[in-house]
C-alpha cells in the first residue's frame, strides 16, 4: 500500500514541482552550461517530494 501510495503520489507532483522550481529558478539554470544545478535540483525535489508523500502516508494511515 505504502509503495503504491509513493508511485501515485510521485507521478502527480513531480511534474508540477519540477516546473514551478525550474521556472522560478531559470536564471541559475540558464547561467550553469552543465546542467549540474538542474541534476542537484531535480534531486533535491524528488527526495523531498518522497519524504512528504511518506509523512501524509502516515498522516492517513493513523
Partial sequence: MAIFFVIVW???TIPILLSLIF???EPIVTV???GISM???A???GILDCYIGLK???KFQS
Fill in 32 to 34: 550553469d552550461n552543465t
Fill in 39 to 41: 541534476i542537484i535540483i
Fill in 10 to 12: 510521485i507521478s502527480i
Fill in 56 to 58: 501524509v502516508l502516515n
Fill in 23 to 25: 521556472g522560478l529558478l
Fill in 43 to 45: 534531486l533535491l525535489i
